[in-house]
């Protein structure tokens, strides 16, 4: 505290001793904010490690591998519901993506002026209803849909693919891909629009100098220009559908059965803890439980990470080329 | 031979009308797409509105529910607006000076090495998932007291605070910096500067930045569902108890198959929705314009 006082005073010779004191104060204060915030961070990952601690010390490994959740024998594996997560969360990444572009270019390219704000503006309102209430929705309005019409439809026209196998009803994994297209198409959708958007325009009006028609300057500056940014937003998007709990929980059925066919019942990581937390039969399902809740936590650290260092990767790329 | 002449002249004429078409194919996806956007979340609103503004009335603000009574009156949320006001206030009052505090750390002070870090680590809180963090607090609080509203404030604390911090920060990097030199040319000390003319320029935008991360959070379903649920009847303001919420409350009615049920879930969600349409629709626009003026005076 001494030798930090003393450099201060050597430079600033002129003031005085209260305004040196105010400015340690203040940058002491708002330092510990910021070292708060990463001790937060650590806490959560001990707490959780704590709180898994007896599941990871019986299961080991193994809980990744097995495909069991059964209170009764009390025994768990997280199997099932590593399988929901990835199926609904990379099927609603492969629904999200192209109409998020598509929304993107037609935001950034193709809109007219007037156009382009209220579009804007209206996708990023979809971007901020809650998760319980598109949820909501999806039970009342969306599972009844699916099972009577869009599931059948599907399973007689694609049945031959096993993804679209016969419907043993309308809250399955199929509806939870849909609502969480609905949930990450517009950050998708906003974080593309922002990089398109900040694509020179010499390039642009190069690549249509040169004779391209639009959707060639699209393919051949835009999409190359701004490709390490948008694999950044779809993994962040997909990220938030992985973590997804509540609205998933209300419309994906609730099983433990692994099957190709997606109009099948079953639960997430997310929804598991969401509708199990709070009656866990025993100590070891809540141990059980707060391990999903772990691997939740590994993921989307992983998911931020990797979405972080492939921007920094092409703006490297970008300024250096 | 004359044949010939005219393949030739008529092959990049097809290329070029082939081009012509997928360009303006890819034009009408695009505009399709805008348009499957904007007719979902008229389709979502519309529903919402639908069912929910014809259940709206006084008793749904003065009448208290509860998810398990089955009955067929209709039963009101007054309970939960008020758990849902006590609950977020608290978070806001946690998050709010915690997050500019290290806006002000990151922007004012930090040297550059350690401000990129913040950042990321602020990206990182932010990407946790809302049900991780509330079996995190859940964990801190289990040995002690089991469900308070308290925890719940918590745990949405931490997930506004990224956001408040995130959007202070983008506000005082647009203050300019001629006013930070000026503030310390006149001998006035750093402190000093940051709070007396800094932070009184941003306020605007660092106020609506704090509004669009409480709309954010009052949506919030899952820490309040593991860490505020098992609720008593009546209307309940004590945070160190239980209280029942506006999401929880629709989450909970939402999985009832009672009609009157179902309505008051749907009327709870219009509530929300309008609230949240509200409050983030003027937050963008006294933002932009905080932000043309900040734009300006640079």
Same mark, same amino acid.
């Given at each position: 505290?001494?030798?930090?006082?003393?450099?201060?005073?050597?430079?600033?010779?002129?003031?005085?001793?209260?305004?040196?004191?105010?400015?340690?104060?203040?940058?002491?204060?708002?330092? =510990?904010?910021?070292?708060?915030?990463?001790?937060?961070?650590?806490?959560?990952?001990?707490?959780?490690?704590?709180?898994?601690?007896?599941?990871?010390?019986?299961?080991?490994?193994?809980?990744?591998?097995?495909?069991?959740?059964?209170?009764?024998?009390?025994?768990?594996?997280?199997?099932?519901?590593?399988?929901?997560?990835?199926?609904?969360?990379?099927?609603?990444?492969?629904?999200?993506?192209?109409?998020?572009?598509?929304?993107?270019?037609?935001?950034?390219?193709?809109?007219?002026?007037?156009?382009?704000?209220?579009?804007?503006?209206?996708?990023?309102?979809?971007?901020?209803?809650?998760?319980?209430?598109? #949820?909501?929705?999806?039970?009342?309005?969306?599972?009844?849909?699916?099972?009577?019409?869009?599931?059948?439809?599907?399973?007689?026209?694609?049945?031959?693919?096993?993804?679209?196998?016969?419907?043993?009803? #309308?809250?399955?994994?199929?509806?939870?891909?849909?609502?969480?297209?609905?949930?990450?198409?517009?950050?998708?959708?906003?974080?593309? +629009?922002?990089?398109?958007?900040?694509?020179? +325009?010499?390039?642009?009006?190069?690549?249509?100098?040169?004779?391209?028609?639009?959707?060639?300057?699209?393919?051949?500056?835009?999409?190359?220009?701004?490709?390490?940014?948008?694999?950044?937003?779809?993994?962040?998007?997909?990220?938030?559908?992985?973590?997804?709990?509540?609205?998933?929980?209300?419309?994906?059925?609730?099983?433990?059965?692994?099957?190709?066919?997606?109009? =099948?019942?079953?639960?997430?990581?997310?929804?598991?803890?969401?509708?199990?937390?709070?009656? =866990?039969?025993?100590?070891?399902?809540?141990? =059980?439980?707060?391990?999903?809740?772990?691997?939740?936590?590994?993921?989307?650290?992983?998911?931020?990470?990797?979405?972080?260092?492939?921007?920094?990767?092409?703006?490297?790329?970008?300024?250096?080329? | 031979?004359?044949?010939?002449?005219?393949?030739?002249?008529?092959?990049?004429?097809?290329? @070029?009308?082939?081009?012509?078409?997928?360009?303006?194919?890819?034009?009408?996806?695009?505009?399709?797409?805008?348009?499957?956007?904007?007719?979902?979340?008229?389709?979502?609103?519309?529903?919402?509105?639908?069912?929910?503004?014809?259940?709206?009335?006084?008793?749904?603000?003065?009448?208290?529910?509860?998810?398990?009574?089955?009955?067929?009156?209709?039963?009101?949320?007054?309970?939960?607006?008020?758990?849902? @006001?006590?609950?977020?206030?608290?978070?806001?009052?946690?998050?709010?000076?915690?997050?500019?505090?290290?806006?002000?750390?990151?922007?004012?002070?930090?040297?550059?090495?350690?401000?990129?870090?913040?950042?990321?680590?602020?990206?990182?809180?932010?990407?946790?998932?809302?049900?991780?963090?509330?079996?995190?607090?859940? #964990?801190?609080?289990?040995?002690?007291?089991?469900?308070?509203?308290?925890?719940?404030?918590?745990?949405?604390?931490?997930?506004?605070?990224?956001?408040?911090?995130?959007?202070?920060?983008?506000?005082?990097?647009?203050?300019?910096?001629?006013?930070?030199?000026?503030?310390? #040319?006149?001998?006035?000390?750093?402190?000093?500067?940051?709070?007396?003319?800094?932070?009184?320029?941003?306020?605007?935008?660092?106020?609506?930045?704090?509004? @669009?991360?409480?709309?954010?959070?009052?949506?919030?379903?899952?820490?309040?569902?593991?860490?505020?649920?098992?609720?008593?009847?009546?209307?309940?303001?004590?945070?160190?108890?239980?209280?029942?919420?506006?999401?929880?409350?629709?989450?909970?009615?939402?999985?009832?198959?009672?009609?009157?049920?179902?309505?008051?879930?749907?009327?709870?969600?219009?509530?929300?929705?309008?609230?949240?349409?509200?409050?983030?629709?003027?937050?963008?626009?006294?933002?932009?314009?905080?932000?043309?003026?900040?734009?300006?005076?640079?």
């Amino acid at each position: 505290m001494s030798a930090l006082e003393t450099t201060d005073a050597t430079r600033r010779p002129f003031s005085g001793r209260r305004v040196r004191f105010g400015d340690t104060l203040l940058q002491v204060v708002a330092g =510990s904010a910021a070292v708060v915030i990463a001790v937060i961070v650590g806490l959560i990952a001990y707490e959780l490690f704590q709180g898994a601690h007896l599941s990871i010390s019986t299961y080991g490994l193994g809980f990744f591998t097995h495909n069991i959740w059964d209170p009764v024998k009390d025994h768990y594996a997280v199997g099932v519901f590593l399988f929901g997560t990835v199926v609904t969360s990379v099927g609603a990444l492969v629904l999200a993506t192209p109409l998020a572009l598509a929304i993107a270019l037609f935001l950034s390219e193709l809109a007219p002026g007037w156009l382009r704000g209220i579009v804007g503006a209206l996708v990023e309102t979809l971007a901020a209803i809650p998760s319980v209430v598109i #949820g909501l929705w999806g039970i009342v309005v969306l599972v009844p849909l699916m099972h009577d019409h869009i599931d059948p439809a599907l399973n007689s026209t694609l049945g031959w693919i096993p993804l679209f196998g016969p419907s043993t009803g #309308g809250a399955n994994y199929f509806t939870a891909i849909v609502v969480l297209t609905l949930m990450i198409t517009p950050i998708i959708a906003s974080l593309s +629009r922002e990089l398109f958007l900040g694509v020179p +325009r010499e390039l642009k009006e190069a690549a249509l100098g040169l004779g391209t028609t639009r959707w060639e300057m699209v393919r051949g500056v835009i999409l190359p220009y701004t490709r390490g940014g948008v694999t950044a937003a779809m993994i962040l998007g997909l990220g938030r559908a992985l973590g997804e709990a509540i609205a998933v929980s209300q419309v994906v059925g609730g099983g433990t059965i692994i099957s190709a066919n997606l109009f =099948s019942q079953g639960d997430t990581m997310g929804s598991k803890i969401a509708t199990q937390f709070l009656n =866990s039969a025993s100590t070891l399902e809540k141990s =059980s439980l707060v391990y999903l809740g772990l691997i939740l936590l590994v993921s989307s650290l992983g998911v931020n990470l990797l979405a972080q260092l492939i921007v920094r990767r092409s703006s490297r790329r970008l300024s250096g080329g | 031979m004359s044949a010939t002449d005219l393949s030739v002249f008529g092959r990049p004429n097809d290329r @070029l009308r082939r081009r012509r078409i997928v360009n303006r194919g890819v034009e009408v996806i695009a505009w399709a797409a805008a348009a499957v956007g904007v007719a979902l979340l008229g389709i979502l609103v519309g529903y919402v509105a639908q069912n929910g503004a014809s259940k709206l009335n006084l008793s749904l603000f003065t009448n208290p529910g509860t998810p398990d009574a089955v009955t067929s009156v209709p039963q009101g949320l007054a309970n939960a607006f008020a758990g849902s @006001l006590v609950i977020v206030g608290i978070a806001t009052a946690m998050a709010l000076p915690f997050g500019i505090l290290v806006a002000i750390y990151v922007s004012e002070f930090a040297p550059r090495a350690i401000k990129g870090f913040v950042n990321l680590v602020l990206d990182v809180v932010a990407g946790i998932p809302a049900i991780v963090v509330a079996i995190f607090v859940y #964990g801190l609080v289990e040995v002690g007291h089991g469900q308070t509203g308290l925890a719940a404030s918590f745990a949405l604390a931490v997930i506004m605070l990224p956001f408040v911090a995130r959007s202070t920060i983008e506000i005082l990097a647009l203050v300019p910096n001629s006013l930070r030199e000026a503030g310390l #040319g006149l001998g006035v000390p750093r402190w000093r500067t940051t709070v007396g003319v800094v932070l009184p320029q941003a306020i605007g935008g660092i106020l609506t930045g704090s509004v @669009l991360a409480i709309a954010r959070v009052a949506g919030e379903t899952a820490p309040v569902l593991i860490l505020t649920s098992l609720v008593g009847q009546g209307i309940a303001w004590n945070p160190l108890h239980p209280l029942w919420t506006v999401p929880l409350a629709i989450y909970e009615l939402s999985e009832s198959g009672l009609p009157n049920d179902r309505a008051t879930a749907w009327a709870g969600a219009f509530v929300l929705i309008m609230f949240i349409l509200v409050v983030s629709l003027t937050a963008r626009w006294f933002a932009a314009r905080s932000r043309r003026k900040l734009g300006r005076s640079a």
